[in-house]
Structures are given as structure tokens and as C-alpha cells.
């Protein structure tokens, strides 16, 4: 059994199965290069504040390149018996160094050091996931330019409503992400906060420069209270939650796309490369990328909630329930790097069929609300020409004839006061042109829109 940094205290070596049940290793190795990078900063800081001399912090630096450089390409041999990653890197120094190496953790606790490590983690998370949103939203802003004068019905309860520009539909998701940015940019200030000084729970009696540690390593502030900064991970709350929200935004387009592609719908057709077939079934193509995307997302809700759960009657200050966190934060971040990677590149290659689109807004009375607007138009009430047109869809539905089918003699018989210009006026492509109010599905509104988003997303 190796000798565990914290063993003086015991007589006995660790039950194997505990030590197991312990440890991190397998998962929190991740955490290598971020352990690296602050354990050198926390290297120049205790020489700057003379706790080492400045010689031997060189020393250990190069050391602690050289086991990133190994790790890195795969010769470093990562030893399980480690309890984590932080004992990983520092046996790994002592190996090299000698006892040069056991001075390193002067001043730290490996709570400090794991919060620290996570933040870094997360912070770089963040900007990887920003960049996925902002190339899914330039690839949302092609669509809407290239299908600009597309026309579908816009549903609401899945039934068809009003006509809508297919550009005006795309840039929703286009607006959903834009939240999306914004809600990982605010975790990004809370994150971005170092922990490093806090040591186990109350500090320590070295005199450490903190603020030297938080700007080498990137950080806007130093935490102000050390019970809070090792037992907070609110951070990590903040990042699983931003990236469920994101995965819903994703499930929803997915479950559009999927309906979109079916046979009864034929709006879009997905590209064969981003589809799988049936093993009995030969002519199947079925839409398995977007059904995994919607299904993941359970998956990332439930580590947000596993957390929740864990972190929820925690005392303070660190707990060993804790280290729960990083499987949650690591499963999360690899599926949604994942699925947000693999439905931009479908998104590129889908095509649009405008026709068939068109030819649904012929259909299920989707004008009835321009004609009540255009009854308001004559002089009634809305509401009163809410009732008429009512009245006029159930008469239509009886003579099994559409809006634009009936006769002037016969809409006359409801309201005298409607003329031939209501033929006009019921022309899907007449009621978009009509609607230029800032966020509607006007075409000059949707040409702003996506002027906007252009600027947005720097294209």
C-alpha cells in the first residue's frame, strides 16, 4: 500500500476496498493540467514571499513541466494507488525532486487546490461553450439569409396558427442562444474568482500574496471569506444549470427538425450522412443524431439535480460528498461540447422545402386572425370580429371550403361592410408584409433581425 499524504496519523494502512471507494484518481486526472498550472503560480508566490528560496522554485517549475509534457504524451504511468490528482502530481514531483518536493503544498489544503483546479476548469468550459453558441448562431443567421422568403405556418399547441417567415422561426433559436451566452458569461464572473489562500477552512499563517496568485492565474478577485471558498460550489451549479437550459434550447430545435423531416410534414430533408436506417427495415432514415441530442438532455438535468441533492444539508466547511461534483461537471461538459459540435455541422447541410412549407399555409383556416384584424379594418371590434370570423370558419368548415374559397356574396352575409381587398389581404404573403412591428414576422422587420444577429455573432 502507498504511503497516503495524510498517513502519520494512523497505525493501520486503508482497507483496499475503502481505498478505492476513496479515491478520485480515475476521473479527477483530468484536472492534470489545471493542477499544474496553479501549483506553479502557488510555486513563484512562495518564492516571491520568500517561504522557498527562488532556486528552488525553478527547480520544481521544470519538474512540474516535465510531468505535464509526460502526461501529455502518455508516458507519465498513472498510478491508481494515488488518491487523486493533486497526491498524483506531488508524488510525481517528489520522485523527481526529492524532498524538494514535499515544500509545494506549503500553505495549501487540497480543498484550496481542488477549488481552485474546478474553476479553472469551468472558466475554460465556459469559453469553449460560448464559441460552440456562437458558431451554432452564425450557422442559424445563414439559414434565415439563404431561406429568406420561405413561408411556413407557425404552430402553436401543434396546430397551425399564423404564417410565418421560416428566417423569423430560425432567429428564435438564434435569440434562445443569445440568453444562453449571457447566462454563461454571468457564471463566468462568479467563477472567476480564486480560492487559493483559504487552505482547509481558515486560512493560513503564511504569508501568501494572493493577489499576485489571482492575477498570474487569470482570476478578477479573491474570495473573502475561506470556509465559503472551499465548500462553495455554486459555480459548478451555475454551469450545470446554464447548460441544461442551452441542451433544452438544443431539444426543442431537435424535436422540430425531427417532426420537420417526417414524411407527414416534409418541410426539410436531412443530410444521409447525419442519419442511420433500420436493421429489418429498408427503407428507413431515421433522424438518430437529433434524437440523441434530445435524449441527452435528460442526462445533463440529471446532473444538475444529482448535485442539487448532494450539496443540499452540507455543513460547512468541506465534505467529502464534494467530490461528486467533478463526474457531474466532466459527463456534462463532454455531452454538450458533443452535441452542440454534431448538430452545427448537421444544421449546415439540412435542406428546406419551401413548397411544401407554402402549401401548409393553404390549409386549417390559418388566415382567420388577419380576417378578424381586417374586420377592425371596416370598423368592428376585435372582439366582436373575433366572434364573426368564428362564425365564418364554422360556415366554411360546413361547405368544406377554405377562407380564400368562399365567395364575396357569402362573406358579405356576416359583415356588409367587406369588399374584394379582402382577398388580397388574406394572402399569407400579404399578412407577413403587414407585420413590421419590431420582433414580428414582417419581412423588413426579419431583414433587421438578421442584420442585428449578423453583428452579433461579427459576420
Known sequence: MTKKVWGGRFREDINEVVDAFNSSISFDRRLYAQDIEGSKVHCLMLAKQGIISKKESYIIIDALD???????????????????????????????????????HTGRSRNDQVALDLRIYIREAIGRANNLIKDMQAVIVKLAEENFNLILPGYTHLQPAQPVLLAHHLLAY?????????????????????????????????????EMVAKELGFDAISDNSMDAVSDRDFVLDYLF?????????????EELIIWSS???????????????????????????????RGKTGRIYGNLMALF????????????????????????????????????????????????????????????????????????????????????????????????????????CFNRHITKDVFAWLKPESAIARRNLHGATGYEEVKQSIKRAKREVGK
Not at 454571468?186 to 489562500?197: D, Q, S, T
Not at 446554464?242 to 431537435?254: D, G, V, Y
Open 263 to 293: 414524411r407527414e410534414f416534409g418541410f426539410i430533408t436531412l443530410p444521409d450522412t447525419f442519419c442511420t436506417g433500420s436493421s429489418i427495415m429498408p427503407q428507413k432514415k431515421n433522424p438518430d443524431v437529433l434524437e440523441l441530442v
Open 174 to 210: 438564434f435569440e434562445m442562444l443569445k440568453r444562453d451566452r449571457q447566462r454563461f458569461e454571468e457564471g463566468y464572473k462568479r467563477v472567476n474568482i480564486l480560492p487559493l489562500g483559504s487552505a482547509a477552512l481558515a486560512g493560513t499563517t503564511f504569508d501568501l500574496d494572493r
Open 66 to 104: 516535465e510531468i505535464k509534457r509526460e502526461i501529455e504524451m502518455g508516458k507519465f504511468p498513472i498510478h491508481y494507488d494515488s488518491e487523486d490528482i493533486h497526491t498524483l502530481v506531488e508524488k510525481a514531483l517528489i520522485d523527481k525532486v526529492g524532498s524538494l518536493g514535499e515544500k509545494l
Open 309 to 412: 441533492t448532494t450539496m443540499k444539508a452540507l455543513p460547512l466547511a468541506y465534505n467529502k460528498d464534494m467530490q461528486e461534483d467533478k463526474e457531474a461537471v466532466f459527463d456534462t461538459v463532454d455531452t454538450l461540447e458533443q452535441c452542440m459540435t454534431v448538430l452545427i455541422l448537421l444544421l449546415k447541410e439540412v435542406s428546406f422545402n419551401g413548397e411544401n412549407m407554402r402549401k401548409a399555409c393553404d390549409g386549417d383556416y390559418i388566415m382567420a386572425t388577419d380576417m378578424a384584424e381586417y374586420l377592425v379594418t371596416k370598423g368592428m371590434t376585435f372582439r366582436k370580429a373575433h366572434e364573426t370570423v368564428g362564425q365564418i370558419v364554422l360556415f366554411a368548415i360546413e361547405k368544406k371550403k377554405s377562407l380564400e374559397n368562399l365567395t364575396l356574396k357569402e362573406l358579405k
Open 242 to 254: 446554464a447548460s441544461s437550459i442551452l441542451m433544452m434550447h438544443l431539444s426543442r430545435l431537435s
